[in-house]
């Protein structure tokens, strides 16, 4: 008689975590209707704003025209209720066929903000990300603020809701602002790296063409891109790294090689 036997998943990070990397690499983002809206009459469709920015906290800062009709809406919402969902994409840096790594969505409600408060929101915003169509906020576009309700994370991991209490505690990867560089370099120049972790891959899938995927403190996820379909493969680090020096130290251990990589 056997006993079924669960298979351990390799390590990584929480869904908190994953969800403010998401956020914080800032990805193309899109405003729709909440689920519950979405079949009642006179909704909008999909909206891409001029800028849009994910605080610490899991507050949106949106940036639309003056005269689009969701800022009307907001204006004109009651008690500030306007109902509104943020899409996040959290795109692969290098060229796959399938380039969408994750989804994350903020539900919240949609207010409308002062004059000062514009002001003095865009000025906090351009403090870690410049840029210069904040300049233009009172100038022809207007600077509105989404309060997240709840959020929800899709990825490789799979499916997972999220308070923003959650979200505002949890930190993001550490490599999330070296990640697509690191990834494109080892794509472009580093072919023989990748063969020798492809070593890792399963047996059956190794006659697919093996690309880098991701990159996170507990390891490296590569993408498979076979015949029967894509398939994604997290090879995992004996410990989790938090900087470059470590980082090259996990990979020759992966490789099998005294050489540095960098």
């Known amino acids: 008689m056997t006993t079924p036997t669960s298979i351990r998943r390799p390590p990584a990070p929480n869904p908190a975590e994953r969800a403010k990397t998401i956020a914080t690499r800032n990805g193309p983002a899109t405003l729709m209707p909440t689920a519950e809206q979405r079949d009642q009459p006179g909704q909008y469709g999909r909206v891409i704003p001029e ?25 004109e919402a009651q008690r500030g209720e306007l109902a509104v ?24 409600w949609l207010h409308p903000l002062s004059e000062v ?18 300049l233009d906020v009172g100038h022809g576009v207007t600077l509105l603020r989404l309060t997240p309700a709840s959020l929800v994370l899709a990825d490789a991991e799979g499916t997972h809701s999220l308070r923003p209490h959650m979200f505002s505690a949890a930190p993001p990867d550490p490599f999330h602002d070296y990640e697509a560089a690191w990834l494109q370099h080892l794509e472009s120049d580093h072919a023989d790296v990748v063969a020798q972790l492809a070593k890792h891959v399963p047996a059956e899938l190794r006659d697919g063409w093996i690309r880098p995927l991701g990159l996170d403190r507990y390891g490296l996820r590569l993408r498979v891109e076979a015949d029967s379909g894509d398939h994604d493969v ?20 992966l490789v099998g090689c005294p050489y540095s990589f960098g």
């Open 117 to 134: 408060s514009a002001r003095a929101r865009a000025v906090s915003i351009a403090e870690t990300r410049p840029d210069e169509r904040l």
């Open 51 to 75: 800028l849009h920015h994910v605080h610490p906290s899991g507050s949106v800062s949106i940036l639309l025209p003056d005269e689009h009709h969701l800022v009307k809406r907001a204006h």
């Open 234 to 253: 997290r090879l995992a680090f004996s410990r989790p790294v938090d900087g470059p020096q470590q980082l090259s130290g996990e990979i020759r251990r």
């Open 85 to 108: 969902m943020v899409e996040l994409t959290d795109q692969a840096p290098v060229d796959l066929r399938e380039p969408i790594r994750g989804l994350l969505w903020i539900t919240g």
